[in-house]
């Protein structure tokens, strides 16, 4: 296919045969070379007769140029091989592609074997096997020593290191994680009087950064005196990373003193420091800094401002920064999904996602992650299978942190059977997996079940943490299996050397109190390593309650009173249990009390899940378009348990309530 170049006397042609070479000076015939995959990628000027050798360099050189960028191995292999039948092969600029080829298509072997037969190795050599071994071995800690020892051998040679060589050094220290070996190098760039230089002062302040060494990051951007705006977004960067926000404005500030606005870089960093601390003011601030400095329009600017406004709580600011935004990409959409999933609006991030796939963009596997998880919060059934569909539908299933979320959504949507069918799918769980499960068996009470998952587990030889252990824990408390959950907890702690916090030993202590066993939960609650909190004493207070201990009930009281003195859900707590033993004066008392400390208290309520639509209630509520219905046929229930003897110690003041609120309900 001929066509016109910018210039109209020079046309271009795209090979879309085998490339023929034709005979040259040297009077050699070429042999054929399908490079198909290249010469659509690679346009060929007509002057180019491959006659001369400047010309056939100038053909190699962009061949292994597209090559090495595409990743095209076959055709590297194949120019390298006609490098070597046409005598172009000890071409240094040459070899340094061809080896670039190789790193870059990660055939280490093939370029090892290269790097040895070169005759003559310059700094770009080396900088090429050294940056392509820590580029491409992040998961192998043996390949990024070998930089290391490449760098010794390089200068063994006498081979001079500039500032690339010494950028690629301090990836593989980051990559390593190694603080010994970044002193070295450190120390060596100071030797030989890199310390100045603005690109590896960059690589030095990230290096620091990137280890939690502030101070260290700080003297080093000291030391370099002629700093490029690069340098200066490292400095914020770093600050930022380590949530240090006075001091990343501070930089910031000293910034714009010398003359540096700060480009998108810059105030990307400052938002998502903003949202990192929700602070919804100081963002603001940078917001106005931003719209005075016509960064507005960038994408990555905006996309940052939504994260922070969602992490601020501001989601109708996050809507409107959104709103405003003339181009959008797959990132900028799927933050806004992702924000109304972190603030519980399941619907609302659902209808997003489907202007999304109309917009011709398409979610990634942690949007629809955090759309399931706000849905699941919301018992919203309708659009967990929506969500799900649309996960099976573009290939997301094999993705663990979306079957993690489905799992845990199809749980809090009350459909186990279709957790347990999203966990089977899975074909290689991960302990995330594992313990979404077992969560979810132990929340809807199948206590049989969840126990069975954890043995399966353990056999797979699978290291349980702590957090699946409490959702152990939690099934047992349902089925009272006491012998069994103090077998988990003695697993726990002897075997696998896990350190019980709070909440394992409130779940211990509601274990033993459920089944009577008071004295032990009292001993547990007093040799605790720790100081008692809120959840254990909360906890041995409700096995109080049903055990009618009133005396070890108000020991706990006075010491959860004073632990958080301002929390009405331990007034109540301990009023309800006043009330179970009809002691209306202590009642009065503790409500008394819950009144002079605390604010009003947030009423609870519950949900359901009807037609798509979700319907909530609080306690006495009245103001429910169908509420008059819904009292009739509670207190129809209430009346046909009492006749049943299914009720046993139900508060007689709630019993009464429910009643006037079913018999006296105002039409």
Known sequence: MLSKCCSSSIPTVYFKRQLSFPPTPFHRTYSSLPLTQLTAKMPISVATHFTDPHSTHSFYSNALKVSAKMGFLPQGKQLHAHMIKFGFYNVLSLQNQILNVYVRCKEFSDAQRLFGDMRVRN???????????????????????????????????IVRADDITFNGLFRACIELDD???????????????????????SALVKLYATCGFVEDARRAFDGILSRDLVLWNVMVSCYVSNCLAKEAFEVFNLMQLKGLKGDEFTFSSLMSLCGTLGSCDLGKQVHGLILRNSFDLDVQVASALIHMYSNSESINDARKAFDGMAVRNVVSWNTMVVGYGWHGDGKEAMQLLRELLEAGFYPDELTLASILSSCGNLSATSEVMQAHACTIKLGFEVFLSTSNALINAYSKCGTILGAYQCFSSVLEPDLVTWTSIVCAYAFHGLTKEATKLFDKMLSYGIWPDPIIFLGVFSACNHGGLVKKGLHYFNLMTSYYQIVPDSEHYACLIDLLGRFGLLDEAFNVLTSMPMEPGSNTLGAFIGACKVHKNLGLAKWAAEKLFALEPNNPVNYTLMSNLYASERLWHDVARVRKMMRDRCNSKVPGYSWIEIAGNVHTFVSSDKSHPQALEVYVILGTLLRLMKVDNHIFNVNTTSDSILDDCALKFPG
């Open 123 to 157: 700094v770009v050599s080396w900088n090429t096997v050294i940056c392509g071994v820590v580029d491409c071995s992040s998961n192998n800690r043996l390949n990024l020593y070998l930089g290391f020892s490449y760098f010794r051998r390089m200068l063994l040679e």
């Open 179 to 201: 603080f010994v070996i970044s002193r070295q190098v450190h120390c060596f760039i100071v030797k030989v009087g890199f310390d100045m230089n603005s690109f590896v002062g």
